[in-house]
C-alpha cells in the first residue's frame, strides 16, 4: 500500500528564514511525486511534480528535491505570504489516483 | 476557463437529511475524484471515476454514493448524513493522457448537527 508521511506537522519561522519540509514516500513503481499549496479555505494548488530521483524543480522561492525514499521542499528566504500548508502526494505505478500526506503547516512571521 | 466548480460552497444538515454534492468541470478531464479533509487526516479518497459511466470506491466510501453521467460533472450524494461525515469535502479532475496531477476544486465546507 502506498503511504506518504510529512513532516513537521508544523513549521514556524521568521521571515528571511530558510529551511526544509519532508515528504517520506514508499510506493510501488513511482509514476510521480507530487507538492501543493493550500490556503486557508481553498483547493489545493499545483506546485510541482517529479519523476525520478535526483530531479529538482523550483519556483520562486521554493525548491522541490527527490530521492528514491523521500523528498525535500525548500524555502529560502521566505516572505510572510509563504505562509500555507503544504501537501505532498504520491502516483504509484498503475495508479489512477494520488495519495496524500497530511501536510504541513506553515507560518512565516514578519 | 472555470476550471473545476462545486456547489454548494457552505451546507448545514440534520442527521438523518439526504443532499447532493455537485462538481463539474470544463477541462475534458477524464478522471474525477472526490476527497474528504478532516484536521490531522488529510486528504482521503471517498470515490473516484475514470470515465462517463464508471465509478470505484476509494478509501473512505461508506455512506456516500456517486455518479457521473456526463464527462463534466461527478455528483456525490449523502442518503443519511452522520456527524461523522462534517468535513471539507474536495472535488479534482485530471486528465487520462500524459497525467499531470489534479486540479482541485475549492472545496465544500459541510457541517452535519
Known amino acids: 500500500e502506498d503511504q506518504v508521511t510529512q513532516s513537521p506537522e508544523a513549521l514556524r519561522l521568521q521571515e528571511g528564514e530558510s529551511s526544509s519540509l519532508n515528504c517520506s514516500y514508499t510506493?510501488?513503481?513511482?509514476?510521480?511525486l507530487f507538492w501543493y499549496r493550500q490556503d486557508p479555505g481553498k483547493g489545493p494548488e499545483f506546485l510541482f511534480t517529479?519523476?525520478?530521483a535526483g530531479e529538482e524543480k523550483e519556483k520562486e522561492r521554493l525548491k522541490a528535491t527527490l530521492t528514491k525514499k523521500e523528498s525535500f521542499l525548500h524555502i529560502t528566504a521566505p516572505k510572510p505570504e509563504d505562509s500555507a500548508t503544504y501537501l505532498c502526494?504520491?502516483?504509484?505505478?498503475?495508479?489512477?489516483?494520488?495519495?496524500f500526506g497530511q501536510g504541513t503547516r506553515l507560518t512565516i512571521n514578519p | 476557463n472555470a476550471g473545476v466548480t462545486q456547489t454548494p460552497k457552505f451546507r448545514v444538515l440534520k442527521t438523518g437529511q439526504s443532499m447532493t454534492l455537485l462538481c463539474a468541470q470544463d477541462?475534458?478531464?477524464?478522471?474525477m475524484y472526490w476527497y474528504r479533509q478532516d484536521p490531522g487526516m488529510g486528504l482521503r479518497l471517498i470515490h473516484y471515476?475514470?470515465?462517463?459511466?464508471?465509478?470505484a470506491k476509494g478509501e473512505v466510501p461508506d455512506g456516500y454514493n456517486v455518479s457521473r453521467l456526463k464527462k463534466q460533472n461527478f455528483l456525490l450524494g449523502l442518503e443519511s448524513a452522520a456527524p461523522s461525515q462534517t468535513s471539507v469535502y474536495f472535488c479534482?479532475?485530471?486528465?487520462?493522457?500524459?497525467?499531470?496531477?489534479?486540479?482541485f476544486g475549492s472545496g465544500t465546507r459541510l457541517t452535519v448537527v
Open positions: 471515476s475514470v470515465g462517463e459511466g464508471t465509478t
Open positions: 502526494a504520491v502516483r504509484g505505478q498503475g495508479a489512477q489516483k494520488l495519495v
Open positions: 477541462m475534458n478531464h477524464e478522471y
Open positions: 479534482a479532475s485530471t486528465r487520462r493522457v500524459l497525467w499531470r496531477g489534479y486540479t
Open positions: 510506493v510501488s513503481g513511482l509514476r510521480g
Open positions: 517529479l519523476y525520478s
